[in-house]
T-cell receptor, first 111, second 117 residues
Framework: QKEVEQDPGPLSVPEGAIVSLNCTYS??????FMWYRQYSRKGPELLMY????GNKEDGRFTAQVDKSSKYISLFIRDSQPSDSATYLC???????????FGQGTRLTINP | GAVVSQHPSWVICKSGTSVKIECRSL??????MFWYRQFPKQSLMLMAT???????TYEQGVEKDKFLINHASLTLSTLTVTSAHPEDSSFYIC????WGQGPYEQYFGPGTRLTVT
């Protein structure tokens, strides 16, 4: 079993839709939860991070962490074609710098 | 701020040769650099972690003699793929972080695409 599981998709939705991306994990020591966006043949860029459980909102993006269920989500509201990319979740435990990535979900927003 | 560059962005080499990839932090001192490998439509797999001035720590299953990592300064780390073979063809990405920063403060380079013929 992988430490972090993420549905690879691909996921295709119309412009303006609400997108939900999810990851599950098995390591209860994870404390930091990150979401990255990666465009084709580019390095990942950090979208949001959350420490421990709870919600965090940044513009059209909302990250949720449910440590009891070992489940994290990223919601994108009013999705735009420019949001088309691969979205990767990543996690790390307290004091560590190593990131464990999910497989990534390929998202396409259709105009 | 927090810009990381990689060079080259794309390299093609013949089987059996060695190729060096550079990773530079342009506007901060990177005490730690990480090297990842990413196959098409797959996730990033950590290969090794290097702290400036120390030997790199390799992840299980990564051949240290094949993937040589040097982190001789606070702004530069290099990955040398020795005796490259077609199965080494992949997208190599580095990231860098400064002392005391959290795991979310790991800044990624744009990646290097290696094709071994």
């Amino acid at each position: 079993q992988k430490e972090v599981e993420q549905d690879p998709g691909p996921l295709s939705v119309p412009e303006g839709a609400i997108v939900s991306l999810n990851c599950t994990y098995s390591n209860s020591a994870f404390q930091y939860f990150m979401w990255y966006r990666q465009y084709s043949r580019k390095g990942p860029e950090l979208l949001m991070y959350t420490y421990s459980s709870g919600n965090k909102e940044d513009g059209r993006f909302t990250a949720q962490v449910d440590k009891s269920s070992k489940y994290i989500s990223l919601f994108i509201r009013d999705s735009q074609p420019s949001d088309s990319a691969t979205y990767l979740c990543a996690m790390s435990d307290w004091g560590a710098q190593k990131l464990v990535f999910g497989q990534g979900t390929r998202l396409t927003i259709n105009p | 701020g927090a810009v990381v560059s990689q060079h080259p962005s794309w390299v093609i080499c013949k089987s059996g040769t060695s190729v060096k990839i550079e990773c530079r932090s342009l506007d901060f001192q990177a005490t730690t650099m990480f090297w990842y490998r990413q196959f098409p439509k797959q996730s990033l797999m950590l290969m090794a972690t290097s702290n400036e001035g120390s030997k790199a720590t390799y992840e299980q299953g990564v051949e240290k003699d094949k993937f040589l990592i040097n982190h001789a300064s606070l702004t530069l780390s290099t990955l040398t793929v020795t005796s490259a073979h077609p199965e080494d063809s992949s997208f190599y990405i580095c990231s860098a972080s400064a002392w005391g920063q959290g795991p979310y403060e790991q800044y990624f380079g744009p990646g290097t695409r290696l094709t071994v013929t």
